[in-house]
């Protein structure tokens, strides 16, 4: 069965501290992997897509990076403004043929200033 | 940009009540979804569609369904509203082929 799993389940972080969100994931034939983050009572917002072990993307103090069994988003010198959920979903394979995404539950990071 | 809209942020229905959920994406995308969001279960994928008048069962379809009749809307359906359904209701849309999909602002849905 297809799973994502995501560590810790909740991260507190002093403004500038840097540190790693971990996804793990056992899929069948990885076709993408997704982070997505999420703040209260909104719609996840799109950030990273990565497709191959060793693919790196980069966007203002996050950086995702890809192996072939896990995901890691760093936050460089976090500010409060990046308190949020951070998800992560791999995209696998559905019955019939078409796919979906399985998503992880979530580590929910506060950045105190 | 990308935009996702959905008829409502807050709704309160009554149990037995028949619901419509909408969603409207402005990209031409082909992929539509349904998701519900609970504390502790995470996002859970109720219906999608990768084609007009096409649609596919997800994770918990069952108390639900789905139309879609045009390419930019798609809609969900409660039947008869229960309690359990008390939710947060995220519809996405997607290109086929590069996958991200793109979400719209949520509706909180409660059923009394």
């Known amino acids: 069965e297809d799973q994502v799993t995501q560590s810790p389940e909740a991260l507190r972080l002093q403004e500038g501290e840097s540190s790693s969100l971990n996804c793990s994931y056992t899929v069948s034939g990885l076709r993408g992997l997704f982070w997505y983050r999420q703040d209260p009572g909104k719609g996840p917002e799109f950030l990273f897509t990565?497709?191959?072990?060793?693919e790196e993307k980069e966007k203002e103090r996050l950086k995702a990076t890809l192996t072939k069994k896990e995901s890691f988003l760093h936050i460089t010198a976090p500010k409060p403004e990046d308190s949020a959920t951070y998800l992560c979903?791999?995209?696998?394979?559905w019955g019939g043929g078409s796919e979906k995404l399985v998503f992880g539950k979530g580590t929910k990071l506060t950045v105190n200033p | 940009d990308v935009k996702v809209t959905q008829s409502s942020r807050y709704l309160v229905k009554r149990t037995g009540e028949k619901v419509f959920l909408e969603c409207v994406q402005d990209?031409?995308?082909?992929?539509m979804f349904w998701y519900r969001q609970d504390p502790g279960l995470g996002l859970r994928l109720i219906y999608f569609?990768?084609?007009?008048?096409?649609?596919e069962k997800g994770d918990i379809p069952e108390g639900y369904s789905v139309s879609r009749e045009k390419k930019e809307r798609f809609s969900l359906i409660l039947e008869s509203a229960s309690t359990n359904q008390t939710s947060m209701y995220l519809c996405a849309s997607g290109a086929g082929g590069a996958y991200e999909q793109y979400f719209g602002p949520g509706t909180r849905l409660t059923v009394t």
């Open positions: 569609s990768y084609d007009v008048k096409m649609k």
């Open positions: 990565l497709y191959s072990a060793g």
């Open positions: 979903a791999v995209q696998a394979l």
């Open positions: 990209m031409d995308h082909e992929n």
